[in-house]
C-alpha cells in the first residue's frame, strides 16, 4: 500500500533561523495548503518527495560569506521542484548556482524599500502597485553577480538583485520578505508562486486537521498520562488544549508563575484555562526565584537564556 496515498500535497519551508518562518507558513495555509515548517536535518531525512509540490528557504542570521554556512543539499536542486528563496535563501541560491554575494558596503538595509520592475514573471504577476510599490527589507548580504540561466525581475536601490529567476529550473530568489503585512501585496506573490508555479491546490482546512490531530493524540496516547508545560502563550496552550480534547483528565498541564508576564495576566490565564476549559492544571510560584537570577542582567540575549533553562528546571 502506497503510504502517501492519503496524503495531501504540501508545500515544505526549511528554516535557517528567520523570526518570521512560522509567519510563512501561516500564509500558505490560510490560502486552504498544507505547509510543513523543516530543519536542514529533517529534510535529509526525506525520501519520498512525491507529494512536495514546492520548497521555501526562510530567511535567516547566517551568511553564505562565511567558510562553513547552512547549505541544502546539492540534489534538492535537481527534483524539479519549484524552489523559492527568501531573503538568505535567495543569497543560498545565487551561490549554489555560480553568482556572487558579497557584505553590502553601508549598514544593514532595513525597512520599507521601493521596488522596481525590471522584467515580467509569473512570480510578479498583479504584485505590482500603480504608483511606489513598497517591500519589507532586512539584510546586509547582497547578490552582486546574477548566476548563468538566471534573469533579473526587479531591484531596488540598494540591491540590484533583489526578484531573479530561472524558470526552467523553477527556482526564484527574492531578497525582501513577502510574508510580513509591510510588504505591499505580499501574499499575491506567495500565491504566484503557490498556485501558478507550483501548481497546488487547495485541499487543506483547519478543522479537518484539528480532528486528525485529536484523533493521532488518541491513538499514541490511550489511557495514559501526559504532562504538559503551560506557559500561557499561544503555542503551549494550543498544545494543551488540543490534548485536553483528546484524552481529558488524563493531561496534567504544568504552569510556571515567572513572574515575568504583565500584571495579573498570569492569574487570569490560569483562572480562564482552570475554570473555562476545565484543565488539570497544577500551579507553581517561582517569580522570587526568576528575579534574583536576572538581578543586575541588561543583555536581551543573556536573560532570554537564563530564563528558557531556569523554566525547564523548574518544570522538571
Not at 106 to 129: D, P, V
Not at 148 to 161: C, D, P
Amino acid at each position: 500500500m502506497d503510504e502517501n496515498k492519503n496524503k495531501k500535497d504540501k508545500i515544505i519551508i526549511i528554516d535557517f533561523g528567520s523570526q518570521v518562518t512560522k509567519l510563512i507558513a501561516r500564509r500558505i495555509r490560510e490560502f486552504g495548503v498544507l505547509s510543513e515548517i523543516i530543519t536542514l536535518k529533517d529534510l535529509k531525512g526525506i525520501k519520498n518527495f512525491d507529494k512536495i509540490k514546492g520548497i521555501i528557504l526562510s530567511g535567516g542570521p547566517a551568511t553564505v560569506t562565511d567558510k562553513n554556512f547552512p547549505n541544502i543539499p546539492k540534489n534538492i536542486f535537481l527534483r524539479n521542484i519549484p524552489i523559492l528563496g527568501i531573503c538568505y535563501g535567495l543569497q543560498l541560491i545565487a551561490i549554489n548556482f555560480g553568482g556572487k554575494v558579497k557584505k553590502g558596503k553601508k549598514k544593514r538595509e532595513f525597512g520599507k524599500t521601493s521596488l522596481f520592475k525590471k522584467n515580467n514573471s509569473l512570480l510578479t504577476k498583479n504584485f505590482y502597485k500603480k504608483n511606489d510599490h513598497y517591500v519589507w527589507m532586512s539584510h546586509q548580504d547582497i547578490v552582486t553577480t546574477i548566476p548563468k540561466g538566471f534573469k533579473k525581475i526587479a531591484s531596488t536601490k540598494e540591491s540590484s538583485l533583489t526578484i531573479i529567476e530561472n524558470k526552467k529550473k523553477k527556482l526564484y530568489g527574492i531578497q525582501f520578505h513577502p510574508e510580513v503585512t509591510h510588504t505591499n501585496n505580499g501574499n499575491i506573490l506567495l500565491k504566484n508562486f503557490i498556485f501558478l508555479i507550483c501548481k497546488s491546490k487547495k485541499q487543506w482546512k483547519i478543522k479537518s486537521e484539528q480532528q486528525r490531530i485529536i484523533k493521532d493524540i488518541k491513538l499514541k496516547v490511550g489511557n495514559d498520562k501526559v504532562i504538559c508545560a503551560l506557559s500561557g502563550g499561544v503555542d503551549s496552550s494550543v498544545v494543551a488544549l488540543l490534548i485536553h480534547k483528546a484524552i481529558k483528565k488524563n493531561l496534567i498541564c504544568i504552569m510556571v508563575d515567572t513572574g515575568l508576564m504583565r500584571k495579573n495576566e498570569f492569574k487570569r490565564t490560569y483562572q480562564i484555562f482552570k475554570k473555562k476549559y476545565k484543565l488539570n492544571v497544577k500551579l507553581i510560584n517561582s517569580s522570587k526565584l526568576f528575579y534574583e537570577k536576572l538581578k543586575n542582567i541588561v543583555d536581551p540575549e543573556k536573560k532570554r537564556k537564563i530564563i528558557g533553562n531556569l523554566f525547564i528546571k523548574v518544570f522538571e
